[in-house]
């Protein structure tokens, strides 16, 4: 099982920074991909950015040059600097840890992080 805690949500004006702060713990086999979801209320969850433990990192068409991912995979810890921030990034962020053998992965999630862009 694995324990994912995030941090770093709040309050923020347009064109704002914040940086979310997950860390992974418990029992886990080998966390591949870490990454950050984000949700608002009647639509799905869609990524925000992943970032495996060695190859490419992916972002949303929609934060690219605005959102950095970075992680620490000896302390199992992802960050999301979000600059330039817009009304329309206000939902609720999760952390996503993909652990297992390529290809079978199981999904754990963080319970989740409110952001709020507003002026």
Do not use: H
């Not at 608002?40 to 950015?49: H, I, N, S, W």
């Not at 206000?90 to 999904?107: H, I, Q, W």
């Amino acid at each position: 099982q694995v324990q994912l805690v995030e941090s770093g949500g709040g309050l923020v004006q347009p064109g704002g920074s914040l940086r979310l702060s997950c860390v992974a713990s418990g029992s886990f086999f080998n966390i591949n991909i870490m990454g950050w979801y984000r949700q608002t209320p009647g639509k799905q969850r869609e990524l925000v950015a992943s970032i495996p433990r060695d190859g490419l990192i992916i972002y949303a068409d929609s934060v690219k040059g605005r959102f950095t991912i970075s992680r620490d995979n000896r302390k199992n810890q992802v960050w999301l600097q979000m600059n330039s921030l817009k009304p329309e990034d206000t939902a609720a962020y999760y952390c996503n840890a993909k652990d297992g053998p390529l290809g079978n992965y199981v999904d754990y999630w963080g319970q989740g992080t409110q952001v709020t862009v507003s002026s």
